[in-house]
């Protein structure tokens, strides 16, 4: 009698399942265009400070041109997430993207499921996210070839940035960060589209420094309000430049307040992150390592206002980068390949609050 399934032995199933993750990524990607591109002589000039109108600000509250009775939407969590079905962003008019603007303030992560952007093309998917602001061109990450508004986000056998970067010895590959912090007018509404993904792993983990903000004393948001934290891109380009790879403008430092207040809904958030911020302002080191560790430990432990983002064909992830901060969840072996695209248009000087 040949033996059963059951009977089957599971090494079997472990080599069968390494070699058909392994033949997904002989092959070319599905998205050519978008792979990571390198110019060591792309060099970009130093940013310079421009006007800023939010979209949300010339919203419709009741936003009827973005959800209408075909849509469908879940909450999350109170605090931040929304999943939505129903809805086309590429078929969206001004009115329709300025309502997109403002509830992404509200809810801070919103799901687009079923979408076509990731078909746009290139001009398309550019022109719809300039509607809420310049786009930040990276100063060192892949981008793609004659359109430096692409941030590439790749992970294939030959390519690991993210555990590189974070370095050998993490027990874990989580760092919250918020997107180009330094920047100085960091993004606002942030568009990111899966091109290919594990069929499990390889989520995204969101919190809202919103939320975070409010959890704290009154005493010690009175404390807070009115600090400024300095948020650095040089360790970024450092880690370039030893790879070989582009530092396509040279790193910035800037000064930005602890707590800020977003434009358009008024709403006080943390501004701070382990990937980006460095120091408290005219605090001595040890005061400065003491308050932000604790910070950085409050926002880390907040499972309760965290929420984790899952990704399926056609997803679009549209989030507020002022109320939130996020973290790759690098959980898949790298024979799987892991395929997307970040566009990052900037926003305001960050307002501060004021006690």
Do not use: C
């Not at 790749?154 to 390519?159: E, K, Q, V």
């Not at 969840?329 to 695209?341: G, L």
């Amino acid at each position: 009698m040949s033996p059963s399934v059951s009977d089957k032995p599971p090494a079997e199933d472990s080599i069968a399942n390494a070699k058909a993750a392994l033949k997904q990524t002989t092959d070319e990607p599905s998205y050519p265009f978008y792979y990571p591109y390198h110019d060591l002589n792309e060099k970009f000039p130093p940013t310079e400070l421009f006007e800023h109108t939010d979209p949300g600000t010339r919203a419709d509250p009741a936003k009827p041109h973005l959800l209408s009775a075909n849509t469908t939407t879940k909450d999350i969590s109170p605090y931040i997430g929304t999943e939505i079905t129903g809805v086309q962003i590429s078929e969206l008019t001004k009115e329709g993207l300025d309502e997109l603007a403002l509830y992404a303030a509200e809810r801070k992560l919103l799901i687009f499921r079923d979408q076509d952007f990731k078909d746009l093309g290139p001009d398309r998917q550019i022109e719809l996210a300039r509607h809420f602001g310049p786009i930040q061109r990276h100063p060192t990450s892949g981008n793609v070839k004659g359109y430096p508004e692409f941030h590439v986000v790749y992970r294939d056998p030959n390519n690991d940035i993210l555990k590189q970067y974070r370095g050998p010895n993490r027990l874990s590959g989580t760092q919250w960060h918020s997107d180009v912090s330094y920047e100085k007018q960091p993004p606002g509404t942030t568009f990111f589209f899966i091109l290919e993904q594990p069929q499990s792993g390889g989520d995204t983990l969101f919190l809202s420094q919103a939320e975070a903000y409010k959890r704290l004393s009154p005493e010690f948001q009175k404390r807070l309000e009115g600090l400024r934290a300095v948020h650095s891109a040089v360790a970024q380009a450092e880690f370039s430049r030893k790879r070989g790879e582009p530092v396509r403008r040279e790193p910035v430092e800037t000064e930005h307040p602890v707590v800020r207040v977003h434009p358009v809904t008024g709403e006080k958030a943390l501004y701070i992150n382990q990937g980006f911020t460095r120091r408290i302002v005219g605090f001595k080191d040890e005061e400065s390592e003491y308050l932000l560790k604790f910070l950085f430990d409050h926002i880390s432990k907040g499972a309760d206002f965290q929420v984790r983002a899952t990704y399926q064909p056609g997803t679009v992830v549209v989030w507020d980068n002022r109320l939130t901060a996020h973290s790759a969840t690098v959980d898949f072996e790298n024979v799987i390949r892991r395929h997307a695209v970040r566009l990052t248009p900037q926003a305001e000087v960050p307002i501060p609050a004021t006690a």
